[in-house]
């Protein structure tokens, strides 16, 4: 009888420590993109993260053809018709700016989108450096995703000279 209780109480144990840990793993956020700086720029991105890394995925529409530069900012405050209230790039670590998979690189620096002919784009990418989370250090609730009106060169500090801030949404979870 000892034995079975002590078999039904660690099944249970261990049913819900797996629970937590999928649960854990797939913690998603959202950020609603809205025009900004005299643009058209508006979509959706969905940061969830997978283990070590975060899957981000989303739509954009409005855009002029060709890569534009993406960021998440570190400040979720997109009040500011230019986007200027989200700060700079997301940089818990201060580093040097850099492109999503460089070793040294500024966490929120998330490369370029190319957008297409119709100026639209379809985002599924993943990414180390950030968590969806508003406590941890690389934690991205709470700050902003910003789409830029020009390429990012992925190495001019701390901008990219990606241009103007076209796009701008509060990553919420």
């Known amino acids: 009888m000892k034995n079975s209780v002590l078999t039904v109480a660690c099944s249970a144990l261990l049913v819900a420590g797996c629970a937590g840990t999928q649960e854990q793993m797939e913690v998603s956020a959202v950020a609603q993109l809205q025009p900004r700086s005299g643009s058209s720029v508006s979509g959706n991105v969905t940061f ?8 981000i995925t989303g739509e954009i529409t409005g855009h002029t053809k060709g890569p534009k530069g993406f960021h998440i900012h570190e400040k979720g405050d997109c009040t500011d018709d230019k986007a200027m209230s989200t700060g700079g790039h997301f940089n818990p670590h201060k580093h040097m700016h850099g492109g999503p998979y460089d070793p040294v690189k500024h966490s929120g620096d998330l490369g370029n989108l190319v957008f297409n ?8 990418f ?3 450096d950030i968590s969806v989370s508003r406590d941890a250090p690389s934690g991205i609730i709470g700050r902003a995703v910003i789409v830029h009106a020009a390429v990012d060169d992925l190495t001019t ?3 990219g000279n990606a241009g103007g801030r076209v796009a701008c949404g509060v990553i919420q979870g």
């Open 48 to 55: 969830t993260q997978i283990g070590d890394v975060v899957r």
């Open 117 to 124: 002919d119709q100026g639209a784009v379809k985002i599924n």
């Open 126 to 128: 993943t990414v180390g």
């Open 157 to 159: 500090d701390p901008t």
